[in-house]
């Protein structure tokens, strides 16, 4: 049966959600979802307990991640499904990308003091929690604070690229996060295709083009920000270089307080056939590679 709906992009307390992983589970199960998978940026550390909680409530998950690319005009996100968390070459270059914002964090912290605030980054992690600090968590440190009136308007006026505090951050080229996604075992996702930023849906469609021969394997039409005309242009994109089409909320807690787990900003409904997609995916990239090592020893 292939009925129901799912969420393929969700955030919780160990990237820039405020929800525990087994509280978003629990959220997503009492909206119905038959599925939900979490992808943290730059982690993967909520997956076990995630799993263990969706056991738990009969709800399916599915592991992911989300990796932030080097692009410009605007934002390139990658996600990755159904992959294998304990990956090795995985955990070697989220442990680099980790490294790269203990460096940032602080150059953050003394941008926004240099400002004249007094935001102390050992506050901005204590808040955060978690091993994946960033930007949001300094827009919530402004907010307490009372320099930011909400996390938008800390962004807006400080934190947004190109604002007076700002600071670049390491990422993956686009091949190198689609490679990782894949010898990790997963399947590559372009996140959220609005945020590229670009002025044409034929701009757009030829980026896509090269992403897809970089391996990219689908494209999130289906999004909370994406009005219905968008989520039709992305899906038709996609069908014309042969990607899924998958879909999600971005959820991401009181850091995003417009948009709900599931249902996006009120009108998101993702059918579960998409993830079937995805799994059957995963499954022949599997087998691919499972051919390729013995096919070394044959
Ligand atoms: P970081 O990885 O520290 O650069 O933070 C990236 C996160 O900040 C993204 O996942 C978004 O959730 C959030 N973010 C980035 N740009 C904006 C923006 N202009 N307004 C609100 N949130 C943003
Ligand atoms: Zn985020
Ligand atoms: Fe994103
Ligand atoms: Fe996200």
């Keep these: 049966m292939s009925t129901g709906t799912i969420d393929l992009h969700t955030h919780t307390t160990h990237s820039d959600g405020s929800a525990t992983p087994q509280e978003l589970i629990e959220l997503a199960r009492a909206k119905g979802a038959r599925a939900v998978a979490i992808t943290d940026h730059d982690t993967v550390a909520a997956i076990v307990e995630a799993r263990d909680a969706a056991d738990r409530c009969g709800i399916e998950f599915v592991a992911g991640i989300e990796i932030s690319a080097e692009y410009s005009p605007g934002t390139m996100h990658i996600l990755g499904y159904c992959i294998d968390e304990r990956s090795l070459v995985l955990a070697e270059k989220l442990n680099r990308l980790k490294i790269a914002r203990e460096t940032r964090n602080p150059q953050i912290a003394g941008r926004l003091q240099s400002l004249g605030f007094d935001v102390d980054y050992s506050e901005v992690a204590r808040l955060a929690g978690n091993e994946v600090v960033g930007r949001p968590h300094f827009a919530r440190v402004m907010v307490q604070k009372g320099y930011a009136s909400s996390i938008q308007d800390a962004f807006d006026r400080f934190l947004k690229k190109d604002a007076a505090a700002y600071v670049e951050k390491a990422r993956l080229t686009p091949a190198d996060s689609i ?41 999130e039409a289906v999004y909370s920000r994406h009005d219905a005309a968008q989520r039709t242009r992305y899906a038709e994109i996609a069908s014309r270089h042969g990607l899924l089409v998958t879909g999600g909320s971005d959820y991401h807690g009181s850091y995003k307080p417009d948009i709900e787990i599931v249902t996006g900003l009120g009108d998101l409904e993702v059918p579960y056939e998409l993830l079937e997609a995805v799994k059957a995916r995963a499954a022949s990239r599997s087998r691919r590679q499972t051919d390729e090592v013995q096919g070394a020893f044959n």
């Design 179 to 219: 490679a990782l996604i894949h010898q990790a075992g997963g399947v590559a996702v372009l996140a959220h295709p609005y945020q590229l930023n670009l002025s044409s849906y034929k701009e757009a469609e030829e980026l896509i083009g090269q992403l897809a021969q970089l391996g990219l394997d689908g494209l």
